[in-house]
């Protein structure tokens, strides 16, 4: 597919000083992890993550949920970045000031080379104890299809990811507030756009004269007040976007 790139997205990355770009699980979607909203193939239209992603249901059935987050740890152990994800390692170079904010758990961001990453959901290959709240690597072997136990306090393990109800890590949220208030571009790419607070990021960063674009072959409620949208794969766009911009640069103008 080729991606028409709009020349003034590429003139305001061209003059920014701040890009932020927010993903969401779009982003990953052509590593091989499936999105949690799309009709078919999104997590949600199989499971229910009341059953999954919630404190009760941690209370109530630790082995269900830790088995759960066994087979998707799996998923992005296997999963690799894309063209996508280097796409933004390259954008982080180029620009003066760049926040990367992710509500995914996969860690794809940091193995394709991005430095610093705001994971306002945590993240699903980190381990840590429901009781004492310590973080974890190693722990005693649990019975097959049994959730491990903590080897300080005995408690549940789970992973370290913000469930739903949970109240997202304190210092990421408002790191991203931060980023979102001072952009002036931020890049909305592979989300839904219906989860808070991360939702509200790019109407604060509009609000704040902020360029916003969407990256996302779908429509989203962000869509109407967007000033550029792609309608095409993070994996297709962001590369062509990114290009776009190194021939835009002036000749020897650096980034940070
Ligand atoms: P969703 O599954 O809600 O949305 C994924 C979005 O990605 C949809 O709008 C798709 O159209 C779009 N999409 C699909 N393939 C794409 C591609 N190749 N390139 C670009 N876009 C693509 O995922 P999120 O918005 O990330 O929270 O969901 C937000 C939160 O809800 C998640 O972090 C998770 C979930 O429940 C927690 O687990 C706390």
New binding site residues.
């Given amino acids: 597919m080729l991606v028409e790139i709009p020349e003034g997205l590429v003139r305001a990355l061209v003059d920014a000083e701040h890009v932020a770009v927010l993903t969401?699980?779009?982003?990953s979607?052509?590593s091989g992890i499936p999105?949690?909203?799309?009709p078919q193939t999104?997590l949600w239209s199989r499971y229910r993550?009341e059953e999954l992603?919630t404190p009760e249901a941690l209370r109530r059935n630790p082995d269900l949920v830790w088995s759960w987050y066994a087979w998707r740890r799996e998923k992005v152990r296997q999963a690799r970045p894309h063209a996508g994800h280097r796409a933004l390692v390259r954008l982080e170079g180029l620009v003066p000031r760049f926040t990367l904010i992710t509500?995914?758990v996969d860690g794809l961001h940091q193995r394709a080379g991005s430095r610093e990453v705001i994971e306002l959901?945590g993240n699903i290959l980190r381990t840590r104890c429901a009781d004492c709240g310590r973080q974890v690597q190693d722990w005693p072997p649990a019975p097959e299809g049994r959730a491990p136990r903590c080897p300080h306090c005995g408690g549940v393990l789970r992973p370290d990811?913000?469930?739903?109800g949970e109240p997202l890590p304190e210092g990421a949220l408002q790191r991203a507030w931060q980023a979102a208030a001072s952009c002036d571009v931020m890049l909305v790419?592979?989300?839904?756009?219906?989860?808070e607070p991360?939702a509200s990021l790019p109407r604060l960063a509009y609000m704040r004269g902020a360029v916003v674009a969407e990256?996302?072959?779908?429509r989203?409620p962000l869509s109407d007040l967007v000033h550029y949208r792609l309608p095409a794969?993070?994996?297709e766009a962001l590369p062509a976007l990114v290009a776009a911009l190194e021939a835009a640069r002036k000749p020897g103008s650096v980034g940070r």
């Fill in positions: 969401g699980a779009g982003m979607a052509e999105t949690f909203r799309d999104g993550p992603a509500q995914n959901h990811v913000v469930f739903f790419v592979g989300t839904s756009a219906v989860v991360a990256i996302n072959p779908q989203t794969p993070a994996g």
